[in-house]
Protein backbone atom coordinates (compact mmCIF):
# COMPACT_ATOMS: atom_id res chain seq x y z
CA UNK A 1 0.00 0.00 0.00
CA UNK A 2 1.10 3.52 -0.70
CA UNK A 3 1.40 6.02 2.02
CA UNK A 4 2.22 9.69 1.73
CA UNK A 5 4.26 11.75 4.65
CA UNK A 6 1.83 14.71 5.85
CA UNK A 7 2.40 16.86 8.78
CA UNK A 8 5.12 14.36 9.96
CA UNK A 9 1.90 11.36 9.54
CA UNK A 10 2.13 8.57 7.29
CA UNK A 11 -1.04 8.17 5.71
CA UNK A 12 -2.50 5.59 3.15
CA UNK A 13 -3.68 6.82 -0.35
CA UNK A 14 -7.38 6.83 0.42
CA UNK A 15 -6.45 8.50 3.70
CA UNK A 16 -4.57 11.41 1.87
CA UNK A 17 -6.96 11.83 -0.86
CA UNK A 18 -9.72 12.36 1.88
CA UNK A 19 -7.37 14.19 3.80
CA UNK A 20 -5.82 16.86 1.04
CA UNK A 21 -9.62 18.46 -0.19
CA UNK A 22 -10.36 19.16 3.69
CA UNK A 23 -7.12 20.97 3.68
CA UNK A 24 -8.13 22.88 0.77
CA UNK A 25 -11.68 23.73 1.57
CA UNK A 26 -10.08 25.17 5.04
CA UNK A 27 -7.41 27.31 3.26
CA UNK A 28 -10.48 28.70 1.14
CA UNK A 29 -13.03 28.87 3.68
CA UNK A 30 -10.19 31.21 6.02
CA UNK A 31 -9.31 33.29 2.90
CA UNK A 32 -13.24 33.77 2.67
CA UNK A 33 -13.69 34.87 6.15
CA UNK A 34 -10.66 37.48 6.00
CA UNK A 35 -11.95 39.02 2.70
CA UNK A 36 -15.35 39.54 4.48
CA UNK A 37 -13.84 40.64 7.71
CA UNK A 38 -11.84 42.85 5.88
CA UNK A 39 -14.99 44.56 3.66
CA UNK A 40 -16.25 44.89 7.22
CA UNK A 41 -13.49 46.73 9.41
CA UNK A 42 -12.66 49.06 6.44
CA UNK A 43 -16.37 50.07 5.85
CA UNK A 44 -17.61 50.27 9.77
CA UNK A 45 -13.88 49.79 11.87
CA UNK A 46 -13.11 47.70 14.40
CA UNK A 47 -15.46 49.06 17.15
CA UNK A 48 -18.58 48.81 14.99
CA UNK A 49 -17.97 46.00 12.97
CA UNK A 50 -19.48 42.71 14.37
CA UNK A 51 -19.50 38.76 14.35
CA UNK A 52 -22.72 39.17 12.48
CA UNK A 53 -22.02 41.14 9.45
CA UNK A 54 -19.06 39.40 9.02
CA UNK A 55 -20.94 35.84 8.61
CA UNK A 56 -23.52 37.50 6.66
CA UNK A 57 -21.06 39.18 4.44
CA UNK A 58 -18.54 35.92 3.80
CA UNK A 59 -21.94 33.49 4.33
CA UNK A 60 -20.03 31.37 6.45
CA UNK A 61 -21.38 29.26 9.69
CA UNK A 62 -20.61 31.16 13.17
CA UNK A 63 -18.60 27.54 13.92
CA UNK A 64 -16.80 27.80 10.56
CA UNK A 65 -15.43 31.56 11.50
CA UNK A 66 -14.55 30.47 15.38
CA UNK A 67 -12.42 27.51 13.49
CA UNK A 68 -10.06 29.48 12.57
CA UNK A 69 -10.36 32.61 14.41
CA UNK A 70 -10.96 32.43 18.50
CA UNK A 71 -12.34 35.71 18.79
CA UNK A 72 -13.00 39.28 16.65
CA UNK A 73 -9.57 40.61 17.97
CA UNK A 74 -8.01 37.45 16.75
CA UNK A 75 -9.43 38.15 13.52
CA UNK A 76 -8.43 41.22 13.20
CA UNK A 77 -4.94 40.53 14.34
CA UNK A 78 -4.48 37.83 11.28
CA UNK A 79 -5.67 41.01 8.89
CA UNK A 80 -2.94 43.46 10.53
CA UNK A 81 -0.58 40.37 10.17
CA UNK A 82 -1.67 40.83 6.17
CA UNK A 83 -0.44 44.30 6.21
CA UNK A 84 3.22 43.43 6.07
CA UNK A 85 5.14 42.82 2.70
CA UNK A 86 4.74 39.35 1.56
CA UNK A 87 7.63 39.02 -0.93
CA UNK A 88 8.80 40.87 -4.32
CA UNK A 89 8.87 39.87 -7.97
CA UNK A 90 12.36 38.85 -9.35
CA UNK A 91 13.46 41.41 -10.62
CA UNK A 92 17.23 42.23 -11.02
CA UNK A 93 18.56 44.21 -8.40
CA UNK A 94 22.57 44.78 -8.36
CA UNK A 95 21.67 47.82 -5.33
CA UNK A 96 20.45 46.66 -2.39
CA UNK A 97 18.84 49.84 -1.45
CA UNK A 98 16.44 49.44 -4.40
CA UNK A 99 14.80 46.42 -2.41
CA UNK A 100 13.79 49.49 0.25
CA UNK A 101 12.23 51.31 -3.08
CA UNK A 102 10.72 47.81 -4.27
CA UNK A 103 9.26 47.06 -1.01
CA UNK A 104 7.54 50.56 -1.01
CA UNK A 105 6.24 49.86 -4.53
CA UNK A 106 5.06 46.33 -3.37
CA UNK A 107 2.97 47.76 -0.92
CA UNK A 108 1.76 50.78 -2.90
CA UNK A 109 0.72 48.16 -5.31
CA UNK A 110 -0.78 46.17 -2.77
CA UNK A 111 -3.27 48.90 -1.35
CA UNK A 112 -4.65 49.98 -4.50
CA UNK A 113 -5.64 46.26 -5.69
CA UNK A 114 -6.53 43.95 -2.18
CA UNK A 115 -8.82 44.74 -0.11
CA UNK A 116 -7.42 43.06 3.03
CA UNK A 117 -3.99 44.54 3.04
CA UNK A 118 -6.63 47.96 3.08
CA UNK A 119 -8.55 46.70 5.80
CA UNK A 120 -5.08 45.99 7.77
CA UNK A 121 -3.81 49.38 7.50
CA UNK A 122 -7.01 50.84 8.33
CA UNK A 123 -6.96 48.99 11.87
CA UNK A 124 -3.44 49.25 12.56
CA UNK A 125 -4.20 53.11 12.14
CA UNK A 126 -7.63 53.00 14.23
CA UNK A 127 -6.97 53.82 17.42
CA UNK A 128 -9.94 51.54 19.35
CA UNK A 129 -8.37 48.42 17.17
CA UNK A 130 -6.58 46.38 19.12
CA UNK A 131 -5.37 48.37 21.38
CA UNK A 132 -1.43 48.05 21.93
CA UNK A 133 -1.26 45.07 19.14
CA UNK A 134 -2.06 47.48 16.04
CA UNK A 135 1.67 48.70 16.22
CA UNK A 136 2.79 44.81 15.46
CA UNK A 137 2.00 45.96 11.53
CA UNK A 138 4.60 48.90 11.92
CA UNK A 139 7.09 47.61 13.63
CA UNK A 140 7.44 44.34 11.95
CA UNK A 141 7.47 46.66 8.42
CA UNK A 142 10.03 48.82 9.88
CA UNK A 143 12.08 45.98 10.62
CA UNK A 144 11.85 44.32 7.32
CA UNK A 145 13.05 47.59 5.91
CA UNK A 146 15.52 48.47 8.53
CA UNK A 147 17.16 44.60 7.68
CA UNK A 148 17.54 45.97 3.92
CA UNK A 149 18.99 48.79 5.07
CA UNK A 150 21.23 47.38 7.27
CA UNK A 151 22.68 44.76 4.03
CA UNK A 152 22.92 48.02 1.68
CA UNK A 153 24.91 50.03 4.59
CA UNK A 154 27.23 46.51 4.51
CA UNK A 155 27.30 47.21 0.87
CA UNK A 156 28.44 50.74 1.51
CA UNK A 157 25.38 52.32 0.00
CA UNK A 158 24.51 54.62 2.31
CA UNK A 159 25.72 58.10 3.49
CA UNK A 160 27.45 57.57 6.88
CA UNK A 161 24.94 59.52 8.68
CA UNK A 162 22.14 57.02 8.41
CA UNK A 163 20.74 54.46 11.32
CA UNK A 164 19.30 52.20 9.38
CA UNK A 165 16.33 51.48 11.96
CA UNK A 166 15.89 54.99 12.21
CA UNK A 167 15.66 55.80 8.27
CA UNK A 168 13.42 52.49 8.27
CA UNK A 169 11.23 54.25 11.21
CA UNK A 170 10.87 57.42 9.08
CA UNK A 171 9.79 55.72 6.22
CA UNK A 172 7.38 53.58 7.53
CA UNK A 173 5.56 56.68 9.44
CA UNK A 174 5.71 58.90 5.91
CA UNK A 175 4.29 55.93 4.22
CA UNK A 176 1.26 55.80 6.61
CA UNK A 177 0.70 59.59 6.52
CA UNK A 178 1.15 59.16 2.86
CA UNK A 179 -1.67 56.80 2.22
CA UNK A 180 -3.85 58.36 4.27
CA UNK A 181 -4.18 61.57 2.84
CA UNK A 182 -4.15 59.45 -0.90
CA UNK A 183 -7.37 57.70 0.77
CA UNK A 184 -9.12 60.86 1.88
CA UNK A 185 -7.94 62.67 -1.54
CA UNK A 186 -8.87 59.87 -4.20
CA UNK A 187 -9.23 56.82 -2.46
CA UNK A 188 -5.91 55.65 -3.41
CA UNK A 189 -5.86 56.55 -7.24
CA UNK A 190 -3.10 58.93 -6.87
CA UNK A 191 -1.17 56.67 -4.33
CA UNK A 192 1.57 55.46 -6.72
CA UNK A 193 2.34 59.31 -7.78
CA UNK A 194 2.70 60.19 -4.20
CA UNK A 195 4.52 57.40 -2.99
CA UNK A 196 7.34 58.17 -5.59
CA UNK A 197 7.50 61.62 -4.39
CA UNK A 198 7.69 60.36 -1.29
CA UNK A 199 11.30 58.32 -2.29
CA UNK A 200 12.66 60.80 -4.38
CA UNK A 201 12.33 63.44 -1.47
CA UNK A 202 13.71 61.03 1.26
CA UNK A 203 16.31 58.68 -0.77
CA UNK A 204 18.74 62.29 -1.33
CA UNK A 205 19.15 61.74 2.70
CA UNK A 206 20.05 57.97 2.45
CA UNK A 207 22.12 56.79 -0.47
CA UNK A 208 25.28 58.00 -1.54
CA UNK A 209 25.11 60.19 -4.70
CA UNK A 210 26.43 57.70 -6.52
CA UNK A 211 23.86 54.99 -5.63
CA UNK A 212 21.18 57.77 -5.97
CA UNK A 213 22.15 57.98 -9.57
CA UNK A 214 21.40 54.46 -10.30
CA UNK A 215 18.18 53.79 -7.98
CA UNK A 216 14.83 53.55 -10.04
CA UNK A 217 11.82 55.53 -8.54
CA UNK A 218 9.41 53.98 -10.73
CA UNK A 219 6.52 52.46 -8.81
CA UNK A 220 4.65 50.84 -11.38
CA UNK A 221 7.52 48.51 -12.32
CA UNK A 222 6.23 46.22 -9.13
CA UNK A 223 2.80 46.63 -10.34
CA UNK A 224 3.44 45.07 -13.87
CA UNK A 225 5.65 42.65 -12.59
CA UNK A 226 3.33 41.53 -10.01
CA UNK A 227 0.68 41.09 -12.80
CA UNK A 228 3.37 39.24 -15.02
CA UNK A 229 4.16 36.63 -12.54
CA UNK A 230 0.25 36.32 -11.45
CA UNK A 231 -0.69 32.90 -12.13
CA UNK A 232 -3.69 32.42 -14.81
CA UNK A 233 -6.99 32.29 -13.04
CA UNK A 234 -8.63 28.59 -13.89
CA UNK A 235 -11.98 29.50 -12.92
CA UNK A 236 -12.51 27.64 -9.23
CA UNK A 237 -14.84 28.74 -7.14
CA UNK A 238 -13.85 29.56 -4.06
CA UNK A 239 -15.27 27.54 -1.33
CA UNK A 240 -17.73 29.32 1.64
CA UNK A 241 -18.77 26.11 3.59
Same mark, same amino acid.
Given at each position: ???Y???????????????? =???? $?? *????R %? !???? +??????? &?????????????????T??????????????????????????? =???? $?? *????? %? !???? +?????R? &????????????????????????D?????????????????????L??H???????D??????A?????????????????????????L?????????????????????????????????E?????
Amino acid at each position: MVKYKLGGLFLAGADMEARV =PKQD $RA *IRTRR %V !IVEA +AAGVFEE &RGFQAATIAEILARGQVTKGALYFHFASKEALARGLLEEQLPDGL =PLLP $RS *IKLQE %V !IDLI +ASQTYRL &RTDPVVRAAVRLSLDEGAMGGRRGDAFTGWSGQLARSMEEAAGRGELLPHVVPGESADVLVGAFAGIQSMSQALSNYADLAERMEALTRHLMPAIALPSVLASLDFDLDRIARAALEQEPADDGEEVAAG
